[in-house]
Nanobody, 126 residues
Framework: QVKLVESGGGSVQTGGSLRLSCTIS????????MGWFRQFPGKEREGVAT??????YYADSVKGRFTISQDGAKNTLNLQMNSLKPDDTAMYYC?????????????????????WGQGTQVTVSS
């Protein structure tokens, strides 16, 4: 049974930073595509950053500000978020998909993911 649990969300002012973490329990192949998604109220989940199989992708809206990483054992997925803006306010989710999914639409299609965390709220005030 794979379980993903996010932490690290909170409230910050514009320009601030947050570091989200996703603890992964259960077996996940080391080549799995791991991703961070976010969801705005009334909108579908959108890909923020993905990593796996030697590739990493970022949404244009977060390039240069966000960094996705995994620890050496690959049981924690992180998202370092700097220079936060009010437009980054959303619920953030980590997710895991099969090994090839990072190569399909940069891993940004939410429907390709098998496992999801419960989400952590990020709020950026102006």
């Amino acid at each position: 049974q794979v379980k993903l649990v996010e932490s690290g969300g909170g409230s910050v002012q514009t320009g601030g930073s947050l570091r989200l973490s996703c603890t992964i329990s259960g077996y996940i192949n080391s080549d799995y595509c791991m991703g961070w998604f976010r969801q705005f109220p009334g909108k579908e989940r959108e890909g923020v950053a993905t990593t796996g199989g030697g590739v990493t992708y970022y949404a244009d809206s977060v390039k240069g500000r966000f960094t996705i990483s995994q620890d050496g054992a690959k049981n924690t997925l992180n998202l370092q978020m700097n220079s936060l803006k009010p437009d980054d306010t959303a619920m953030y989710y980590c997710a895991a998909a099969g090994p090839i999914m990072c190569y399909v639409r940069s891993g940004f299609r939410a429907g390709d993911y098998d496992y999801w965390g419960q989400g952590t709220q990020v709020t950026v005030s102006s």
